[in-house]
């Protein structure tokens, strides 16, 4: 990675210079989960931070077990407690719903006590820099987005749905809506942004592994189903490949113009899977492209995570007027779960990190995007237009164009640390410390590191 960067960069260039749009979306992390402390983004020292009905910073969540009234963000300290594996909270459709209890943002704890438990004060547990070098250290070689919001108040498969076909049928038109992790056994019907590709002549691959973790939604259409297996849609969007396919793709130049990379269970970052192998993971994407300057100037990489499992984020997401079409959901998904009326979102700010030529520096960018964000930015490099995304979603989320400085020059080379250390010393802590207090005793807000980071202009 060093090496690329150091490379002299063009002077200037623009959306015809990329010809790799590389994505992979991890697994089940809030935006103030994992980066409320990183100096100069929306995070814990936010001075917009909204106040709650009882006029408390939204940082004191109310909380009728904790003996102090209120919950507030604490410390997963990894190296002293075995948060690298914290459990997983509940993230279904009513539950992010009743967290955000119609934008007021005070329920958290009430609605995750109902439905996690003991675990439920799980949800503001945080991390920092010592717990997620490599996380640290990519935001600021890169654009980190403080204002990426999932696409929907809901688990997995309908914020992957967006991600990689920019609706979730919320009307029941082609056997949706989907809320939950399940599907119809024909699969459903409208038609994927794969399958445009295709039609337009425009190369794509999904990359996955047999631990595909379920995560591969175009597994779950028609078309992909009764595909023939020597054709494209088989071939580029179902096939299992090995371990390391990406890497050999990216640096002999072999990667298609869009890439969809499927985590595995164990590299997702889903609680209780760790960021350290997380992050290794993500580093060997990185590092494979980085390794061919040629591949290098051409690519965009772009780290992504699917939802917050049920982690606190402090931002009220963007939510659309009562009766916005194809923004609401009355319907039952195939999975049993009941829209009930509600809105499909945005959802919780998530970490997205843009890392290529015209991203690096450490710069912030606050526009708001969303997961259909990344379509719409394949829609400018490739031409295909994607028209599931709704006209609420184009006017209220970018296209992430506005991350990418493509008038400047080059800029020096990171320097980002290795991970097979943190990882071996992870899997020792998971193993062996004892897990946090419960209920943490926390007095005081957490602040963020000091520092300036460059930021973009809002759009």
Known sequence: MQRALAQEAPK??????????????????????????????????????????????????PDAQNPAGYALPFHL?????????????????????????????????PAHRKADGKN?????????????????????????CDSYFCSVLGPTWPNRMMWMTGTIDPDGEHGGPILDNKAPAGGYTWKTYAERLTEAGISWKVYEQDD??????????????????????????????????FEYDARN???????????????????????????????????????????????????????????????????PPAGTPGEFVTGTSPGGTKGNGLWIGGGFRVPCIIVSPWTAGGWVCSENFDHTSQLRLLERVTGVAEPNISAWRRSTFGDLTSAF??????????TLPDTSG??????????????????????????????????????
């Not at 935006?31 to 939204?58: E, I, W």
């Not at 992504?304 to 009220?316: K, P």
């Not at 010393?425 to 602040?447: D, G, K």
């Open 212 to 245: 595909t973790y379920g995560c591969n939604m175009l597994e779950n259409f028609t078309a992909f189903k009764n595909a023939a297996p020597d054709s494209e849609l088989a071939v580029n969007g179902l096939t299992h490949r090995p371990e390391g396919q």
């Open 12 to 61: 200037r260039g623009s959306l015809r210079d990329i010809e790799h749009v590389v994505l992979l979306m991890q697994e089940n992390r809030s935006f103030d989960h994992y980066f409320g402390t990183l100096s100069g983004v929306r995070g814990f020292d936010d001075p917009d931070a909204v106040r709650l009905p009882s006029g408390r910073s939204v940082f004191y969540q």
């Open 422 to 459: 943190p990882l071996t010393l992870s899997r020792y802590e998971a193993a062996n410390l004892p897990a946090p207090a419960m209920p943490p005793t926390v007095s005081e807000p957490p602040t963020q590191e000091k520092g300036h980071r460059p930021r973009l202009p809002r759009h």
């Open 253 to 319: 130049d072999k990667l298609p113009t869009v890439s969809w990379i499927i985590t595995t269970s164990t590299q997702s970052e889903h609680p209780d899977y760790t960021p350290a192998d997380g992050a290794a993971f993500v580093a060997s994407k990185i590092d494979a492209i980085a390794a061919n300057p040629d591949v290098w100037a051409k690519t965009v990489f772009i780290l992504s995570y699917d939802e917050n499992d049920g982690l606190f984020d402090h931002v009220v997401p963007p939510i």
């Open 120 to 144: 439920g004060p799980y949800v503001m547990g945080y991390h920092t820099r010592a717990d997620l070098p490599f996380q640290f250290a990519l935001a600021e070689a890169f654009t980190i």
């Open 405 to 414: 400085r493509f008038h400047e020059g080059g800029t020096k080379p990171p």
């Open 77 to 109: 300290d990894t190296h002293a407690t075995n948060a690298q594996k914290i459990p997983s909270t509940s993230h279904a459709w009513q539950v992010q719903h009743d967290s955000l209890n119609g934008g007021k943002m005070d329920n958290w704890l």
